[in-house]
């Protein structure tokens, strides 16, 4: 009977995992949402966790923080309370929410630490004893805190110590019959972070326990590990020790021997496991004194990898700034004797994604890059037990010269100018912009050529401008030469018209001018009427359109917008509009041209006949051959359907031979 259970539940279990793979690309994590993050104390934190979750599609998820195992949840248990005990030194943590049925099917989220400054866990171990003095080693965790701090007792300074030097030694201590209390500062100005260690000063006897050191270890088909320790401890208080795996209790073993009370040191083992801890994953442990917690010693192991594959070279390659300190680049690698299809890929700017190794050569567009000249990155196969690392050098910046044009005197003692340069391999969408009289500004690298306005103009005759990208790490230099302003005057000058004519009863002024230390604009008036603002650069103008039969005398008055003074004046007078008939001008005493203004007929008579290249051809006001027709050869007279749609004013050539002649008529097109 039991078999054939075991045989039923063997059967639905490879049922469900073949469904699970099948269902793979359906993920029911939609996002995370994390809200009342509070301090709880030294740097352990709390906060409330919910999930977005697709009905029916996630059974069960684990929560890992920092890729710490924390525990395993059921979408009925949202939302749910979590203490991070992790400590991890950091700023900020990675809260990930994967599916326990579907390693690809994850989220995560990044929450800030909100406690302050901390000192807290310490522990010592007398060292260098005698009959009369001994030294301690210490160490202790810290948070938020500044790069050094302060250790001694009333009247016995210690020093100033960097937090690196830990664990640190100091001493001598006199043996006597009292406890020594040291007060431990951090430096952070106006802070009151502290830590109190007391130091039992009786003797040398005291309880130690040091020395942790790896054995050997193995591992089972599914990457668990079983793995031996060995130690040296002196004085034991009690007869049992306590174990922690990840600040987590795991077991309490017996001393190898009780009650040694000498200065000899006894040497014992112990074993953990199963583990199951990734191969890129620091294994912390303690070993403390069951009824003397500060007779304790801490051990760490970078990696404990069981997995037999093997991931050559990473190569980086194609590294380019896609944004404002954003990178892409290709990665790739080979691979051997992998279990799964699936790679990790974590960073030191704390990344981490997952990839298909049919995803490979894979192709990252929005690498984070911090203020480092590197980062590392790790890859990882088999569930974290097989991984290769490689740094990643990030592309330097490179600004090529400064270049200085068009400057422009704006008065006296300001001017104008462009700026540009060339620039490569940049993080930073932007640069700031520094010059020797003080200025800073920042500015767009999309901006340029950037135009600069009315910059100052100094007694020295020039400044030194610098041009920053990427935090002040890209920099190049140039002297930006000062123009003469002294003599600064403006000028409005060589004002010109044109009349372009719309109709035979209707006409557009076309005014142009030359202008010299201007601003950016001007204003135009003239017969009562205000024409506007304008841009120089809008030259010319086109003002209008105005009726013959109005028999205006045209002034117009142009005047700079900014600079007080500075216009001048232009009378083209009363405009006479063409004749409404047959215009005809004997073009020589051999030619007539004639153009029918209401039937559009174009004619040519001539005394001479047309040669095999005779033509007639048809230009607008600005040169563009608008038609052209061939004259019949052997004849001496010929007309053309003038089919133009635009009214205005066109000039017409005969070429017959050597000879050329020209004409001047008005074409309106009447719909």
Not at 76 to 91: K, T, V
Not at 180 to 187: A, T, V
Not at 266 to 271: A, E, G, L, M, P
Not at 409 to 438: E, H, P, Q, V
Request: charged share 20%.
């Amino acid at each position: 009977m039991n078999i054939i259970k075991n045989l039923l539940l063997f059967i639905s279990f490879s049922f469900f995992l073949t469904s699970s793979v099948e269902l793979s690309s359906q993920c029911g994590i939609n996002g995370i949402d994390i809200s009342n993050i509070q301090c709880v104390e030294n740097a352990t934190y709390e906060f409330d966790l919910n999930l977005i979750v697709t009905d029916g599609s996630l059974d069960s998820f684990k929560v890992l923080i920092n890729n710490n195992f924390q525990g395993q949840y059921s979408p009925d248990d949202l939302p749910i309370h979590i203490i991070n005990s992790f400590f991890s030194g950091n700023e900020s943590d990675i809260i990930r929410i994967e599916d326990i049925f579907n390693e690809d099917c994850f989220d995560e989220a990044e929450v800030n630490n909100p406690c302050g400054c901390a000192l807290f866990d310490y522990s010592y171990s007398k060292l260098h004893c005698n009959d009369s003095t001994f030294n301690i080693i210490f160490d202790f965790k810290y948070f938020n805190t500044e790069d050094s701090f302060d250790i001694g007792m009333i009247n016995s300074p210690f020093g100033t110590h960097s937090y690196k030097d830990l664990p640190l030694e100091i001493g001598p201590f006199y043996i006597a019959d009292t406890t020594y209390l040291l007060n431990i500062f951090d430096n952070a100005p106006l802070s009151f972070c502290f830590l109190e260690m007391p130091i039992p000063a009786d003797s040398c006897t005291t309880c130690n326990i040091h020395d942790i050191e790896l054995l050997s270890y193995e591992c089972d088909d599914d990457f668990n590990k079983y793995i031996d320790f060995v130690f040296e401890y002196n004085n034991p208080s009690s007869e049992k020790y306590n174990i922690f795996v990840n600040n987590k209790f795991y077991k309490t073993n017996d001393y190898l021997f009780q009650n040694i009370m000498d200065s000899t040191a006894i040497q014992d083992t112990f074993h953990i496991g199963p583990i199951d801890i990734r191969c890129d994953s620091i294994l912390r442990l303690k070993i403390e004194d069951s009824e003397n917690p500060q007779c304790n010693s801490l051990f760490e192991i970078d990696s404990i990898c069981c997995a037999n594959c093997e991931i050559g070279e990473i190569k980086v390659r194609d590294k380019k700034y896609t944004g404002d300190s954003k990178l892409g680049f290709i990665l790739d690698f080979d691979y051997y004797r992998n279990r799964t299809d699936s790679f990790e890929l974590s960073s030191s700017n704390g990344m981490v994604r997952k990839y298909s190794t049919k995803d490979l050569p894979v192709m990252i567009t929005d690498y984070s890059v911090g203020e480092n000249d590197f980062d590392t990155l790790t890859i990882c196969m088999d569930n974290g037990n097989c991984c290769n690392s490689v740094i990643l050098e990030f592309p330097q910046c490179e600004i090529g010269e400064l270049k200085f044009r068009d400057k422009k005197c704006t008065s006296d003692s300001t001017f104008d100018f462009f700026l540009n340069f060339n620039y490569a391999r940049n993080r930073s969408d932007s640069f700031k912009l520094i010059s020797s009289n003080g200025l800073k500004s920042k500015y767009s690298l999309k901006n340029l050529p950037l135009h600069i306005q009315n910059y100052p103009v100094g007694e020295s005759g020039f400044d030194s401008l610098t041009v920053c990208i990427d935090n002040n790490k890209c920099c190049s230099h140039g002297l930006l030469e000062f123009p003469d302003c002294t003599n600064f005057d403006c000028n409005i000058t060589d004002i010109n018209f044109e009349i372009l004519y719309d109709t035979i009863e209707s006409y557009w002024v076309i005014l142009n001018f030359d202008n010299e230390n201007t601003s950016d604009s001007f204003q135009i008036k003239g017969n009562g009427i205000d024409y506007g603002h304008f841009s120089y650069n809008e030259l010319p103008v086109k003002l209008g359109p105005y009726n013959c039969s109005d028999s205006l005398l045209l002034e117009y008055v142009i005047k700079d917008l900014e600079l007080e003074g500075c216009k001048n004046v232009i009378e083209p007078g009363m405009v006479q509009c063409p004749p409404n008939d047959v215009l005809n001008i004997t073009a020589g005493s051999n030619y007539i041209i004639s153009y029918l203004m209401n039937s559009k007929i174009l004619k040519i008579d001539s005394e001479k006949i047309f040669t095999g290249n005779a033509s007639i051809s048809v230009y607008n006001i600005y040169g563009q051959k608008v038609k052209q027709y061939k004259l019949p050869k052997g004849t001496n007279h010929a007309q053309f359907n003038l089919d133009i749609n635009n009214t205005g004013i066109y000039f017409v050539k005969m070429k017959n031979g050597s000879e050329s002649k020209g004409k001047k008529i008005f074409v309106e097109n009447r719909l």
